[in-house]
């Protein structure tokens, strides 16, 4: 058995972002030179996902709007000079108690799993036609990591 | 380190169906030959769900019905006779403009996940007494393809 | 290629309930001795997930409210004595109706996952620093198991 671990930083410059990763999980395969196995692609963050979906952006924008609906985001706007001088709205969230604000990108992460596993045919990544593997931000602007594992033979 | 690729094809009459997978999961596990390792179940599809849950009609139907809810269906009926002249209600999905009508199956796809991954234990799916593997088609009528990737020794 | 497979037990007095697993995942890889590879945490029953996120109580709590909301619970209290003497209500549940009153556990359970799957580089969870492993209880109150499989060399 052989195995092979590559990180990826990224540091987007939208709080929500999709990346693609098909081409780096393919290059992680080459590098580790199995031609069966399995290739892990992991957020390492809590408030990130990790999809295999359709590349069109149409579809893209439509869940990120959907995600919205069903996990609430919680960067509200102070709704008057009032609330402004309160501070950050808390909303309904024990978590940002203690300052956070991205409640939702945890819920977000859970719902979407921050994980994909892709088997290895022949070198390949063995994948439908459509397709791609995306990393999910959902709380961006700051750096975080992600791991690709690969093992097999 | 053994591994063994197995693909299955399905072609439903339904849109919506669910398909047991526990035998030729295990059936892949035996022509591998392997005793201990990991099975991986996967869509090779964007509209298309994996998982591994009760075999009881009541909760599948149940299921269906509340993922009808978090993720709307898009083939709508028309509700006139104008309506039906201006062709089929796009709705709010971005993803629909370009012809598609499978939006809702994208995300039944990703809430459920597309995939799972069963551990083998002395050569048997290493699984609790209620659970069952299943494809969960949300988008079919045509052919769709799984793969399952046994690795192990 | 080695492997490992430990069982756990839980049966936690609360229906509902969250128990960390880091250090038994850890445990698993140091007894199979193995210093890259994978291992899965794997729930064997329906009605209880497996999830990576933030260990920090106000999420926890949040998120159960948040999961209740898009899976209602269903162990709902008689609205009168007639009510009572009628049984259990049953709900919009299909699957209530051979005695059960978990469908929302099983719900749950497909909402967050039963199963994640932690990279293992040089003998250690390759995690993030806020990533923690949770076992999490939709139906408890009865014994309950779930499996460690590592695999690696």
Known sequence: MTSHTVYRTFETEERREFIRLGDDVQAAVDEAGIREGLA?????????????????????????????????????????????????????????????????AHWKNLLVNHQAIVPVTEGRLDLGPWQQIFYCEFDGGREKRLVIKVIGE
């Open 40 to 104: 892990l692609v992991s957020a390492m963050h809590i408030t990130a996902g990790v999809w295999i979906n359709d590349d069109e952006p149409g579809i893209l924008e439509d869940t990120l709007e959907w995600l919205d609906k069903l996990a609430p985001p919680s960067w509200r706007e102070p709704a008057n000079d009032v609330a402004a001088a309160l501070g950050p709205d808390p909303g309904d969230f024990r978590h940002h108690r203690g300052g956070e604000d991205n409640g939702d």
